[in-house]
């Protein structure tokens, strides 16, 4: 499942896996959170 966390360290890692995973661009609508995939 998907974890909504907040990771502006490691923004561009979840961006990466966000999108890799699930084949959208989610970031553009919400620049800070990031779901991190577990």
């Known amino acids: 499942k998907y ?3 907040y990771c502006v360290q490691h923004l561009h890692v ?3 896996y966000w999108v890799s995973l ?3 661009t ?3 609508s919400h620049p800070y ?3 991190d995939y577990k």
């Open 14 to 16: 979840h961006y990466k």
């Open 3 to 5: 974890i909504f966390v």
């Open 26 to 28: 989610y970031f553009t």
């Open 22 to 24: 699930n084949k959208q």
């Open 33 to 35: 959170p990031i779901y």
